[in-house]
């Protein structure tokens, strides 16, 4: 049975989930690759934007960067991480924006939160219809034929009084448009230990499928999934970065 706490009642522990991401190194990283790829605008928009730790380095690059997310609770932090940047609830499948933007980002593999094949081509095309003629809609992704069901992250963290271990993992049954991504969370105070299990449903693709449903309306760039060095997908690993620029209009 799905089930998805992690971003509303369990949304105080998410940035101790993510405490070992380098959100700096992506930011920048995105930001050089915005440089290369895109036009020299500061107008940012953050899909799935969670707490807004991206927002508040594209801010301090001197982006006008705003958020949006499904999940008030999130936004609710990334408000108090970045009070200057404007947040929406909204769904990312179907936004729009009241001023064109340069730069539109998702991070996280949260593209894949636009739940089916048809929700993936909604949210591309409210992409493409925010953004301004030359501008970068970039995003990371996995490819479903290359998903390892035997494989799972962990990672475990004291605070204060609490020892906390998280565990995230990708599973694909090897057929269809749905994949999962299974979190779970630990947490141990005073002996005693609490336990939390996700199942997020999540859109299944392969690279080939996505940039089939990309090229109508991006020049579309697949690159490693290193965002210190920019280099193009060797077509064998199984996470990407997408830079995806708007062509004039679609194809
Ligand atoms: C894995 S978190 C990523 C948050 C942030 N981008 C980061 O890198 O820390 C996924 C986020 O996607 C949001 N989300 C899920 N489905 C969404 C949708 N359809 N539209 C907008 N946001 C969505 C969740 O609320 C959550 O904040």
Request: a negative charge.
């Amino acid at each position: 049975m799905p089930s998805s706490y992690l971003y509303t009642d369990l949304s105080a522990y998410y940035d101790l989930m993510c405490a070992d991401i380098n959100y700096h190194a992506q930011s920048y990283g995105v930001r050089r690759l915005h440089q290369l790829f895109g036009n020299e605008g500061n107008a940012h928009l953050d899909l799935a934007c969670g707490t807004g730790p991206h927002v508040r380095y594209f801010i301090d690059f001197g982006y006008q960067s705003s958020g949006l997310d499904i999940n008030q609770p999130m936004l609710e932090q990334a408000k108090t991480r970045c009070p200057e940047a404007q947040f929406t609830l909204g769904d990312m499948c179907d936004f729009q924006v009241d001023e064109p933007l340069d730069l539109i980002t998702c991070f996280l593999y949260s593209i894949h939160y636009s739940a089916t094949i048809e929700q993936l081509k909604q949210c591309i095309v409210s992409a493409h219809r925010a953004l301004k003629p030359g501008g970068v809609f970039c995003f990371n992704s996995v490819d479903k034929t290359k998903i390892d069901n035997t494989l799972a992250e962990r990672h475990d963290l004291t605070r204060e009084d609490s020892f906390f271990t998280f565990r995230s993992a990708w599973h694909y049954c090897g057929d269809g448009e749905q994949q999962s991504l299974k979190l779970s969370i630990t947490k141990t105070t005073d002996g005693i230990t609490q336990s939390w299990d996700d199942e997020h449903p999540m859109v299944a693709v392969s690279f080939e499928d996505l940039a089939s449903l990309l090229q109508p309306y991006f020049d579309v760039h697949i690159l490693e999934h290193d965002y210190e060095k920019i280099m193009p997908w060797d077509k064998s690993s199984g996470n990407a970065i997408f830079v995806c620029v708007k062509t004039l209009t679609p194809g």
